[in-house]
């Protein structure tokens, strides 16, 4: 696959994690957030996923966006990934109501186009 249209497919997945991340905390406060812990699970996973796409996005891709915090989202997925046991509730619920909207706005203006035989398709 070329880096463009890699880059499409990790940028299409850290928007969609991030939207499925506000679906589930939608109406929620932070304390019905920290005591859901089905939704804690599914939020963290979804983080997670976002800074792997994060992570595999190209060099280039990066630079030229360079106003997303990048090393910051792999290092919140690396946190959850490897320090799981320090997992703030607090600072995830920052990254939810406070880092993903603006993520989201950033990307889709970043969305590298799809080519024309995969737009005809979608």
């Not at 990790?10 to 994690?17: A, F, G, H, K």
């Not at 046991?85 to 990307?107: G, N, S």
Request: charged share 30%; hydrophobic share 40%; proline share 8%.
């Amino acid at each position: 696959m070329p880096p463009s249209l890699r880059d499409a497919s990790y940028v299409w997945d850290i928007l969609e994690e991030a939207r499925h991340v506000l679906e589930f905390t939608a109406g929620l406060t932070f304390e019905e957030y920290r005591s859901r812990r089905v939704v804690n699970a599914a939020v963290e996973r979804c983080i997670e996923i976002i800074g792997e796409a994060a992570r595999r996005l190209s060099d280039e891709f990066k630079a030229t966006h360079p106003s997303i915090p990048w090393a910051k989202i792999v290092a919140q997925r690396n946190v959850l990934v490897h320090e799981y046991r320090d997992v703030r509730h607090e600072k995830i619920w920052q990254v939810v109501t406070e880092e993903l909207p603006p993520l989201i706005d950033a990307l889709k203006t970043a969305l590298p186009p799809l080519p024309p035989d995969q737009e005809a398709g979608r």
